[in-house]
Each structure stands twice: as C-alpha cells, then as structure tokens.
C-alpha cells in the first residue's frame, strides 16, 4: 500500500456525516466539536522518550494566531507497567515542529525495552474543559533486523536479461508476535539535481518542483506469520525519487500504530459513508501512541551510463 503523507493532521474537525449509501457527503460545521487531545508519538526501543506531540483540536473558524496549539502545560505521564514506574514528561520547546514535544529529561535513566508494555496518560484544560485520556502499547519483541538487501547499488529501474525491471528486495528476521513492518525510505543526496526527473511516474518541472514533496515514502507489509522468521519487502520505484544515496528504515510496529496506518487514510467506506481512524485511547483522546524497532540499511541509485 503506497502513501505519500505520513502525517497526523493536529487539527480535527467536527463533521456531521451523512448516512446515505452510495454517495458519501460530508457537510462540515461546528456543531459536533467537542474538545479533544490530540497525541502523536512513538517509543522506539533503545531511543530516548522524545517527541511525544500533545495538542488540541479547534473549530473550523478558531483563529489559528490566536488559538495556542500545542498543549505545553498538560501533565504527560510515561507509565512503565512492567516495573510499575511512572516518569512525568517535560515539555521541550523548539522551532522545529518535529522536536517540539514532550520528553524524558531527568537523570534518571530510562530505557525502552524491547517486549515492554507502556502506558501514556495525558491530563489537560481545553476551553475550561478538564479532559484526560490514556493509551498503552507493548513495545514488539527482541530479534528483529534487516538480513540483506540486495542490491545495495543499483541503476534506476535497472533490467534483468529478460528486460524486467529489478525491484529491490529486503529480507528481514521478524519479530515474534508482530505482524505488521514498515519501510520508509529516505534520500540523503536530495536536490534539483538529483531528482530522477525521466520517471514513469510524474511529470515534474525543475523551475517548479518541490523538493519536499518527495523527501519521504514508506511502504508496509502486514499479515505476516505470526512466529519467527524471514520475510521479504519490496522496495518500489515510485517510492524512489533521487539519484544517490537513500536511507532504508524498516520498523517492526506495534498494533496501536499499525492500526493507525491502516485507517487514517482510509475514512470513506465503499458505499460512500465515513467513519473515523481506528484511535486507541481511553476518554478525550485523539491519534496515535505506539511503538517500534527500527533497523536500517542504505541503497545507492545510478544514473544509466
């Protein structure tokens, strides 16, 4: 399943959804918003807690230079439940909108664990509102790696002796109990320059294009046997942007984030109505908490002699 976007939209707003079946409608107004707390973050074993995105909801018509976002004073707790530990996050401001969230910064040391179950609870006041919500994800199991990828150095859409184009292939050791693996790819020689513009699947303009467009992809596989083992995922052209070198990210994923990735994109059913993405939060709560364990490899494309 291809997707180009891999973010959660902070802002959720109210809809009120029409039932009729065959033609999906959605007239969008105010009158269902209700204030909610938006999460998005990830614990990866072996990583500092960082970046754990905790924010609001608005109305269509909030005045956004006015309406504080991000939700900087809430009480955000890391519940280790195997050890019965508990770590208040610390806000950490930033230009950046990726780093700015909270973290772990005491001294005390704080290592995600491969197998370990966490929980997040969040408690804030939103438009007089005191709301809360809670998630809790087990962290995959130990002995997931990339085996081999081949090849490491490749043309672009390079041909076997029969003519058929050659898909770069990664051969991964599962992760017991996970089923779901995600792949991203991220290139690392970016610029005007580098883009494979004699592509079969776009048309771009280099007086025009943006670069930041095509500076992130990711692919997944899921349904995979449930035990140890290998598997294979493909790494496809259209995933492939630029002539260089590209970073290979593979992640075994939780079920709270893979259940995320499966729905947040997908909200039309097939006789037109919608539902919403598949959230796994108890009480005020919106998005994401997950985990994973990333390994990565790289890959190197050659422009055609």
């Known amino acids: 399943m291809r997707q180009r976007s891999f973010v959660l939209a902070l802002s959720l707003a109210g809809v009120v959804q029409s039932l009729s079946c065959g033609e999906g409608v959605v007239s969008v107004t105010n009158q269902s918003y209700q204030p909610r707390i938006v999460v998005s973050g990830l614990l990866i074993a072996g990583h500092p807690v960082e970046d754990i995105h905790v924010s609001r909801n608005f109305r269509l018509d909030e005045n956004l230079n006015e309406t504080p976002i991000f939700l900087t004073e809430a009480a955000v707790l890391l519940i280790d439940e195997d050890e019965a530990a508990n770590y208040p996050l610390t806000f950490v401001d930033s230009p950046s909108f990726e780093k700015r969230g909270f973290a772990w910064r005491d001294d005390t040391p704080l290592a995600i664990r491969a197998g370990g179950t966490y929980s997040l609870e969040v408690r804030a006041t939103v438009e ?54 995600l792949l991203t790819a991220v290139p690392l020689d970016m610029s005007v320059d580098t883009f494979i513009y004699d592509n079969p699947f776009s048309d771009e303009d280099p007086r025009k294009i943006d670069l930041f467009d095509f500076n992130y992809e990711f692919e997944w596989i899921q349904n995979t046997p449930v035990g140890a083992g290998q598997s294979k995922m493909g790494l496809f052209w259209w995933d492939v942007w630029f002539y260089g070198r590209h970073e290979i ?33 108890e009480g005020d709560g919106l998005g994401y908490f997950g985990s994973a364990i990333p390994d990565t490899t790289n890959i190197e494309i050659l422009r055609s002699d």
């Open 128 to 181: 007089g509102q005191e709301l809360f919500t809670r998630a809790t994800t087990t962290v995959p199991g130990a002995g997931f790696e990339i085996v081999d990828l081949t090849p490491e150095r490749t043309e672009y859409r390079a041909r076997d002796g029969a003519g058929n184009v050659i898909m770069p292939e990664v051969t991964i050791e599962r992760s017991p109990g996970t089923t779901f693996y």
């Open 249 to 281: 990210v593979i992640y075994a994923v939780d079920a709270n984030w893979a259940h995320f990735l499966q729905t947040f994109e997908e909200v039309q059913e097939l006789d037109g109505n919608f539902h919403e993405p598949k959230f796994e939060f």
